[in-house]
């Protein structure tokens, strides 16, 4: 029962992220000088991720639509960026973004915060 669910969800994610691509959301416009300076705070930010996840998959979405290009990191099972989410946010859940400022490291979960947080950030 519970491989069937894991296949059952990863086919559902796999649907979505097919459907995403086909259908993807508009960008938003910004001058080239605005753009360059938005992509230069970008270089602090990366998203750790499953590419079948739906909310993943709604967060690259949000980051699209925002148009910002951040790091995409894949935490699957086998990938080192697994052990370094886990390792450095304590826990392998995704969506997680990791934001570099100031010296410090921040690990953000939950895809409703981190899009929050971006279209506060780069809107």
């Known amino acids: 029962m519970k491989l069937l669910l894991k296949v059952l969800r990863e086919g559902l ?3 979505i992220a097919f459907v995403s691509w086909i259908l993807p959301p508009k960008k938003v416009k910004r001058s080239p000088d605005a753009q360059s300076r938005v992509e ?3 270089k602090n930010l990366a998203l750790y991720q499953f590419s079948a996840c739906p909310f993943c998959i709604k967060t690259r979405r949000a980051m699209r639509r925002l148009n910002l290009p951040i790091e995409l990191r894949n935490a699957q099972l086998g990938s080192p960026y697994r052990d370094e989410l886990e390792q450095g946010g304590g826990r392998i ?3 997680c973004l990791r934001i570099d400022e ?3 490291t921040t690990w953000m979960y939950e895809s409703g915060d981190i899009i929050q947080y971006l279209e506060q950030r780069f809107s």
Do not use: D, T, Y
Request: net charge positive; charged share 25%.
């Open 93 to 95: 859940k995704v969506p």
């Open 102 to 104: 100031n010296g410090a």
């Open 40 to 42: 230069h705070e970008l």
């Open 13 to 15: 994610g796999r649907l």
